[in-house]
């Protein structure tokens, strides 16, 4: 298993930009990839983007694609979110995930931060 924390995240305007850190430790050897979910306000938990932790194979929902993007740091066991273009339907609560060895089911978490985008 490993240990995730996000940090970064807080308040932005709409069209500006935020990144979101999300740092692991733990069994970060046998990690298959790291995503980002989020959850908004009375609304389900949705995955965002991914990325495979060997291959750097990205995944991108629609609504994200083109404004966020992500990146990982072996060397840091890190991943990043860089989100651009923010839109006020952007606010959530933003959650890294790992999911480990073969299988592509995301069963460690992170606590969440939220990021909170002003119109």
């Known amino acids: 298993q490993v240990q995730l924390k996000e940090s970064g995240g807080g308040l932005a305007q709409a069209g500006g930009s935020l990144r979101l850190s999300c740092a692991a430790s733990g069994r970060t050897d046998i990690m298959y990839a790291m995503a980002w979910f989020r959850r908004a306000p009375g609304k389900a938990r949705e995955f965002v983007t991914g990325v495979t932790w060997r291959g750097g194979r990205t995944h991108y929902e629609d609504f994200v694609k083109g404004r966020f993007t992500i990146t990982r740091d072996h060397a840091k066991n890190a991943v990043y979110l860089d989100m651009t273009n923010l839109r006020p339907d952007d606010t959530a609560v933003y959650y890294c995930?790992?999911?480990?060895?073969?299988?592509?089911?995301?069963?460690?978490w992170g606590q969440g931060i939220q990021v909170t985008v002003s119109a």
């Open positions: 995930a790992a999911a480990m060895g073969d299988s592509s089911e995301y069963d460690n």
